[in-house]
């Protein structure tokens, strides 16, 4: 089991540092065939913080069938643990379980460092991932909604369009695409945007179907932003220039 880790310094206001800090789950933001994210408050006797918790499922209710087409081009450092993954063992699928959380926990902080709009890494410890929680500003202890919730008017459709490409164009930039880049995993608070659940991120050259998985992200956002009133006039307001620009900044 990996050892506690925690996220890049320096640490937001909100991080709490206290090691006598009380942990108390207030309900379940989502769940998933891989995790299920808890609401978390964080708090001592003087301050407190909104945590999401990222609980990975136990061996027995997890499945990791979809990992297979992220997976390709991503180096296994131990011959053991290639076997054991190539032959289906149990032992097999804890590595596979572990190299899904600790994929999760390593590109947060990557994409976070380089700028792009996620949640900050607050701390890895085993099976969980603690995050920064994305408020709905509406409703300080409910959870921004999702992309598909949200009826922009043009304007702001523009903005969170234009958000959107600077972050897919960060993750190109470090050779990256999301890989799963859907209007069900991002975040909209107020007009902040925020990509989540970034386990399956896919090696552009290290994959051979980096660039298949990068044109449906593109083409997956465009629909969605298309007929939720992003004019056309918006920069990169086609899929097929959008993939071109996200190749120009991989290479």
């Known amino acids: 089991m990996e050892k506690l880790q925690r996220g890049p310094a320096p640490y937001p206001e909100f991080v709490i540092e206290d090691a006598g800090a009380i942990d108390t789950d207030l309900g379940v933001l989502k769940t998933g065939k891989e995790a299920d994210v808890f609401l978390l408050e964080r708090a001592t006797s003087t301050e407190s913080a909104l945590l999401a918790a990222k609980r990975f499922r136990d061996l027995q209710h997890r499945s990791f069938r979809r990992a297979a087409i992220y997976n390709e081009g991503r180096a ?42 996620v949640p900050y890494p607050v701390q890895w410890d085993g099976l969980e991932i603690l995050m920064e929680f994305i408020a709905d500003p509406q409703k300080p202890r409910a959870a921004a909604p999702r992309l598909h919730q949200v009826r922009p008017e043009p304007e702001l459709a523009a903005y969170l369009w234009e958000q959107l490409v600077d972050a897919m164009r960060t993750l190109a930039s470090l050779g990256f695409a999301h890989g799963d880049l859907s209007p069900c995993n991002v975040l909209v608070a107020g007009e902040r945007l925020v990509v989540i659940d970034l386990p399956q991120l896919v090696d552009l050259a290290g994959n051979p179907r980096g660039i298949e998985l990068l044109a449906r992200d593109c083409h997956n956002i465009h629909t969605w932003f298309a007929s939720h009133g992003l004019p056309e006039s918006a920069p990169l307001a086609d899929p097929d220039e959008l993939l071109a620009d996200l190749v120009g900044y991989a290479w």
């Not at 290639?82 to 990557?110: D, I, K, S």
């Open 76 to 117: 296994v450092k131990r011959s053991r643990d290639a076997r054991a993954l190539n032959a289906g063992t149990a032992f097999g699928r804890r590595v596979e379980a572990g190299r899904w959380v600790a994929a999760e926990w390593n590109y947060l902080r990557m994409a976070f460092e380089a700028g792009a709009p």
